[in-house]
């Protein structure tokens, strides 16, 4: 006789076995994948303890499982992730969006808010699945939003997360960041960007769930995790008005050595962000 499982026996069973294999966030992880497998949200899951899934659903949720047991991300498994109050698909070819870069729109929001934001031109620097530059095309439609990318795959992404989010004041280059003056056809009033800053040494130890599925490209900034700053910043006073924003998501204990490399470049002020663990985590820039 086959085994009945409820909602309940089912949901408690996951945890034990991902506690089991460290999988991080074991029950939220449960949590997901089952309210994903079942095409419900995660307060019914508790308020419908007693349901008895089918077969269908049991299949579809075991090889959720199976996946996340390997440290594949809950987002890969399930296609999305929610950012800033939107839904967007996301894959292996992009970063999936952490809540610390909200801050990073949240901050870009506020400035625009203070001036006057119809037809601010607003360049998403390395977009990834498009979170930060649709965001703002989503909260700021009157703005222009450029956004690049070097990944076509990315860009891919970005693009059916663009149509799906109906965002169209929105469009896309492929380039490097580095070849963005030759791309645009004036400059920018702000720059934002959540480039790879990982260190190389702190990268081999980062958790599998990470290192072995999200892009490399997209994390990696190098041994310090600098080279994108270092090749970047002397590109900006080509692509940004005078006086113009730049808002740069920076890693942990690096505000020192960007400060310096801001400070050489002759920006006219500087000024730091801390994210919710009071780490140093955006960079604000006035040219």
């Given amino acids: 006789m086959q085994e009945i499982w409820t909602i309940q026996k089912l949901l408690n069973w996951t945890i034990d076995y991902f506690q089991s294999r ?6 939220l992880s449960a949590e997901l994948l089952l309210s994903g497998a079942l095409n419900m949200k995660r307060l019914d ?33 399930l296609g999305e992730q929610n950012f800033m109050g939107l839904i967007f698909r996301v894959n292996p070819d992009v ?16 400035e625009i808010s203070s001036r006057s934001s119809e037809n601010l031109a607003v360049l998403d620097v390395g977009t990834g699945s498009g979170a930060i530059a649709i965001s703002l095309a989503h909260f700021c439609r009157e703005c222009r939003i450029i956004a690049n990318d070097i ?22 280059i492929q380039c490097q960041a580095t070849e963005l003056p030759e791309h645009l056809t004036e ?14 040494k702190q990268y081999e130890e980062l958790h599998p769930q990470v290192k072995n599925f999200e892009p490399a490209e997209a994390l990696k900034g190098g041994p310090d995790g600098l080279d ?16 113009g924003l730049v808002f740069l998501e920076i890693g942990f204990n690096q505000k ?32």
């Fill in 151 to 172: 990944s076509s795959a990315a860009l891919e992404t970005a693009r059916r997360n663009a149509r799906l989010l109906s965002t169209e004041n929105i469009q896309f």
């Fill in 22 to 27: 460290d999988v991080p966030e074991a029950r």
């Fill in 228 to 243: 994108f700053y270092r090749s970047f910043i002397p590109v900006i006073p080509r692509i940004l008005k005078r006086g």
């Fill in 256 to 287: 020192e050595k960007i400060q310096d490399l801001l400070s050489d470049s002759g920006v006219k002020q500087l000024d730091f962000i801390q994210d919710y663990q009071k780490i140093n985590r955006i960079v604000k820039v006035i040219l």
């Fill in 187 to 200: 400059k920018c009033d702000v720059i934002v960007s959540n480039p790879p800053y990982v260190p190389e």
């Fill in 45 to 77: 899951l508790y308020l419908q303890f007693e349901r008895i899934l089918t077969t269908a659903e049991l299949d579809r949720f075991r090889e959720y499982v199976k996946r996340r047991a390997k440290y594949e991300p809950v987002q890969y498994i």
């Fill in 95 to 110: 970063l999936i969006p952490r809540p610390e870069t909200e801050l990073l729109v949240e901050a870009v929001l506020n």
